[in-house]
């Protein structure tokens, strides 16, 4: 039987690469200098991903005890850098391979972000998509001058609105609009450009964008929302979505039910494309894969304070004074990742919270072993759900974790035909819809 191929997504932070293996190198100090993004980047597109997304957020979390002391102890949400100013980077260094920049529909102006990602469209040559995020922190509120967020719905009514108010100015210029002709003396012919005058409830703009047309005019839109609120707003505007449902099974339910709210949107569910998180350990040898999976269990999965402070950092909870020894009281609620709150309630259960947090999910499905056998159970966990593809998302990362990825997982899905080993099209969209 023919293989059912699928697509790969790198889920990449520009924090800190580990730093306590003995293979660090200087990249724990150089980082922030962009090359070490640059020369991951450069390996994915040789080995056949479609895409690179950057995550993002605007703080320095200091929930957890009223200080960012663990935070930055553990360095996981902070520092970062810029997503949107690290892609022009990338955008020079790769040719083929898509980019993803996260920026927040809260913390932005719709004419400011349109133009951004139109030039980021231009220089990649049409490889750029916006990961569209509401935030989802009060800290980052009060970096921008709030008390708070906006309430988690309303959030989400700002950002269809904000979107919509997007779309409208990179389709201000039509097509031909330029003419660069000596003859006429004309460059632009100011008759094709158009202001849009957009009136919304939250957002006013008047256009047109001073940015032209860009190759794919609107950029690839990308979502990882899970609430229902999230999930419709998701159906009616992205191209793809980034999850974590549990299981197969979640998986399977998760796609069905994204690509039937697409349709009742008049989309044609084919255009949009689920992404399911994973975090592949690979080894030479079947043992080496169970041994590397151990101690990464060991050093971040059984990590107590590392996923207490990771909770505390994305619920704004501050978890210093619950009693590990006891389970997560019943009454907490947050007003950022709601659908993530309510799911992790679910898996911890009444479990107590060291034993709990051990046990958290931060994939859909586990995958441990040589290159084949990975690539064998990717192929069947894909086919079950119905295809889309994975995005490979661990932090924090090394090298030599990228080459296992690059130079060991890719190849082994090539030989099978699970995975693309060129890029027919020019743009990020194109390749990306192109089966
Ligand atoms: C794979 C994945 C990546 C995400 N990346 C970001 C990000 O970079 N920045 C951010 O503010 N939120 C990010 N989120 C949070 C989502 O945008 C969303 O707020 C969250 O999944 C909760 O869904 P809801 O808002 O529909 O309740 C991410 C979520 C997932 C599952």
Not at 317 to 337: K, Q, R, V, W, Y
Not at 351 to 356: C, G, P, Q, V
Not at 365 to 378: F, N, W
Not at 392 to 420: F, H, K, N, W
Request: glycine share 8%.
């Amino acid at each position: 039987m023919p293989a059912d191929p699928f697509r790969l997504g790198w889920f990449g932070n520009i924090t800190p690469p580990e730093w306590k293996t003995p293979f660090a190198g200087r990249d724990p100090w150089t980082w922030t200098d962009g090359r070490f993004v640059v020369d991951m980047v450069r390996n994915m597109e040789r080995a056949g991903f479609d895409f690179m997304m950057l995550e993002d957020s605007l703080m320095v979390p200091d929930t957890f005890g009223g200080t960012a002391e663990l935070e930055l102890k553990h360095a996981r949400y902070a520092p970062k850098l810029d997503p949107v100013v690290v892609a022009s980077m990338l955008a020079y260094a790769t040719e083929h391979i898509g980019i993803v920049c996260t920026a927040s529909t809260t913390f932005n102006h719709p004419y400011g972000l349109a133009r951004q990602f139109s030039t980021l469209d231009h220089v990649t040559r049409g490889r750029i998509g916006w990961n569209v995020v509401t935030s989802s922190e009060d800290r980052a509120a009060q970096n921008y001058g709030l008390d708070v967020l906006p309430e988690h719905d309303l959030r989400y009514e700002m950002a269809e609105e904000f979107v919509e108010a997007a779309d409208r100015l990179w389709h201000s210029w039509e097509p031909d609009a330029i003419l660069a002709d000596p003859v006429s003396g004309y460059y632009a012919d100011h008759t094709k450009v158009h202001p849009v005058d957009f009136v919304g409830k939250h957002y006013r703009t008047r256009g047109p964008l001073n940015t032209p047309r860009s190759p794919q005019v609107r950029p690839v839109i990308s979502q990882a929302g899970g609430s229902s609120r999230g999930r419709d707003f998701a159906a009616r505007n992205a191209d793809m979505l980034l999850n974590i449902p549990d299981g197969v099974e979640g998986m399977k339910a998760y796609r069905d039910d994204l690509r039937r709210r697409a349709g009742g949107f008049g989309r044609n569910p084919d255009d949009l494309k689920c992404f399911f998180v994973v975090y592949p350990i690979i080894g030479a040898t079947q043992e080496e894969a169970e041994q590397r999976n151990r101690e990464w269990y060991a050093r971040v999965q059984h990590n107590y304070e590392v996923q207490m402070l990771h909770f505390a950092a994305v619920m704004e909870i501050d978890m210093s004074g619950f009693d590990p020894a006891e389970p997560l009281p019943d009454d907490l609620s947050t007003n950022g990742h709601q659908s993530q709150l309510e799911d992790w309630k679910k898996i911890l259960g009444g479990r107590s919270l060291r034993e709990a947090f051990g046990a958290m999910r931060v994939q859909s499905i586990e995958l441990v072993g040589t290159p084949d056998a990975v690539a064998a159970q990717m192929d069947e966990a894909m086919q079950e759900v119905g295809g889309d593809g994975f995005l490979i998302y661990g932090q924090p990362i090394s090298r030599e974790y990228v080459a296992q990825m690059t130079d060991g997982l890719c190849p082994a899905l090539q030989r099978r035909g699970l995975l693309r080993t060129g890029y027919p099209h020019s743009t990020f969209r194109e390749n990306l819809l192109s089966f």
